[in-house]
């Protein structure tokens, strides 16, 4: 092993370690908090500490990473609560909670970048989370358009960005920042179409311009 990977592996070593301590588990909710606190679209939610039903599902807005295993019970018995996968997310999307419920995401608060080689998936040693085919994504849920937030309707034309010219422009952020072909259709001089083919990554919603998001990210 070259000096270079001595030091980087040793790093994530420490940085594990103290992740897993309980100085470091306090260090990241406070962390975790003023984050959500800096975000005007932080978390609106915190899971409250509870013990997690035997079936591993709970009545939450939450989704798990990508390449998590389909049965949530298979899930919860295999998922150690390491937290690699979540040192491991560069855009700090995935997150732990305040109960023994694991990793997950809220793609709606803050969303999954879909990374090419999705460290996530990397760090995952327990057999939780599980890599997949090049050519298949994620399916973390469904996203849904809120008609009257967007700003395309006629109430919300104030909200428009506008051309040199001072003439309103119509807004297709939504579609520009999907990542999945064909999951956003904007029929011109409609409102923003989302097919069965989007995977719920929350993208859309984080580049709304909308007062409120004009977009919200459900199960699939």
């Not at 592996?9 to 103290?18: N, P, S, T, W, Y």
């Not at 990508?66 to 298979?74: I, S, T």
């Not at 890599?131 to 358009?145: I, K, M, R």
Request: net charge negative.
């Amino acid at each position: 092993m070259d000096r270079k990977n001595f030091f980087s592996k040793g790093v994530r070593d420490l940085a594990r370690e103290f992740y897993q301590s309980p100085v470091g588990a306090i260090i990241d909710r406070q962390l975790s908090g003023l984050a959500n606190l800096l975000d005007p679209r932080g978390l609106n939610t915190i899971l409250p500490a509870a013990e997690v039903p035997p079936d591993g599902t709970l009545d939450t807005p939450f989704q798990r990473p990508p390449g998590a295993l389909a049965d949530p019970a298979d899930f919860q018995s295999s998922c150690t609560n390491c937290g690699d996968c979540i040192t491991a997310c560069p855009y700090g999307s995935i997150f732990r909670t305040e109960s023994s419920y694991g990793p997950v995401l809220q793609t709606a608060q803050i969303a999954c970048h879909l990374c090419v080689d999705y460290p996530c998936v990397q760090a995952c040693k327990d057999g939780a989370l599980l890599a997949f085919p090049e050519d298949e994504w994620p399916v973390l849920g469904q996203a849904h358009v809120i008609a009257a937030n967007c700003v395309n309707t006629a109430a919300n034309h104030h909200q428009r960005r506008h051309s040199s010219a001072g003439k309103p422009v119509t807004c297709r952020e939504c579609q520009q920042v999907c990542p999945v072909p064909g999951a956003v259709h904007h029929p011109r001089g409609q409102l923003p179409q989302i097919t069965a083919d989007c995977i719920g990554c929350g993208q859309c919603v984080a580049v709304c311009p909308a007062f409120v998001p004009a977009i919200e990210i459900q199960d699939a």
